[in-house]
């Protein structure tokens, strides 16, 4: 156990963000496999692949050790940064640093070349890294960014929801099955690890990460800020194919196949315009389909910035789960 000291008064310094570049970094992670393995199967069997397009990155994020250098890992400056905006800021980290850091990975074993690159010529070394994780976003994380954003915001959302109707501590309370908040401290559950750690008058900054999945990742020493990436409520849901036919099923006889096709969709957050383009609905029938799953407490709906997201309750989860063939 980990208890990491963040009493009331921190509260009134939290804040919210969502990284392109922690999705990155945490999907790196998710290709080792892990508790979250069978959600992700058929994204790791499409990604697998390509890794060996993007050498540098292999060997930089899926050494031996299972390590992710901190520069690469910042904490995001607003609260939703761009992939480019992110890449920025990691070209300007200090190339001593960025040794120090990747030659860390490789400790006790025999490095790559791409490795030994970043000793010999680190400017270079670090351009081919961040050029092959823009190659790399674009093949793994693309395709689910929307979802992936989407689940963030309602997240972000939700939560600001909860603290303004029960107070600010709803903020922290209930935030992972790893987590819990005693009112003066988190306490992370990491196995064989233990210790006590401090905000020392830093911003604590919480980034809901699709793929943190079950994990919990602690950033506690960044001089940028401390940090906690979490998943959002419903992660599983962000790999679940939403191409299922429901015509045929009984979801599709108690609903009507149009609507029983929103409240599948709805496994991800989407706002009316997204239901209309995926289902070819009008804006006007998807308003209507979508107002009448929420009155009939199978979705739910929360808004992130202009946007109003819904996705299902876990009642509508449930009605869902038990149509599946």
Do not use: C
């Amino acid at each position: 156990m980990i208890e990491w000291e963040f009493g009331v008064a921190d509260l009134a310094r939290l804040r919210f963000a969502h990284s392109p570049l922690a999705e990155v970094v945490a999907s790196a992670f998710a290709l080792r496999g892990g508790a979250d393995r069978w959600l992700q199967t058929s994204w790791r069997s499409r990604v697998t692949p390509s890794l060996p397009n993007w050498p540098t990155f292999r060997a930089v994020l899926l050494g031996p050790r299972g390590y992710a250098p901190d520069f690469l890992t910042p904490v995001p400056r607003t609260g939703r940064p761009t992939l480019a905006q992110e890449l920025a800021d990691v070209a300007a980290t200090p190339l001593d640093q960025v040794v120090e850091q990747v030659v860390a990975g490789w400790a006790g074993h025999d490095a790559p070349p791409e490795i030994d690159r970043f000793v010999r010529d680190p400017r270079a070394a670090l351009a081919e890294l961040l050029a092959e994780i823009r190659g790399y976003f674009t093949v793994a994380i693309e395709p689910l960014w929307p979802r992936l954003r989407a689940a963030a915001d309602v997240e972000i959302a939700t939560r600001a929801r909860a603290a303004s109707e029960y107070g600010a501590r709803m903020l922290v309370d209930g935030l992972h099955a790893k987590l819990d908040w005693t009112g003066s401290a988190l306490l992370l559950r990491y196995p064989h690890k233990q210790g006590r750690w401090s905000l020392d008058g830093h911003d604590l900054t919480l980034l809901p990460i699709g793929f943190a999945g079950s994990e919990v990742y602690a950033m506690p020493d960044s001089p940028a800020g401390r940090a906690l990436w979490y998943a959002p409520r419903g992660f599983g849901n962000l790999w679940t194919s939403d191409q299922r036919s429901t015509a045929d099923r009984p979801l599709s006889a108690l609903l009507g196949p149009t609507r029983a096709a929103v409240l599948t969709l709805l496994a991800a957050p989407h706002s009316t315009s997204d239901v209309a383009a995926r289902l070819g609905l009008a804006a006007g029938t998807a308003s209507h389909h979508l107002t009448t799953l929420r009155n009939a407490g199978l979705a739910s709906a929360a808004r992130a910035g202009r946007r109003l997201l819904y996705q299902r309750t876990l009642l509508g989860d449930q009605l869902t789960e038990a149509d599946r063939p």
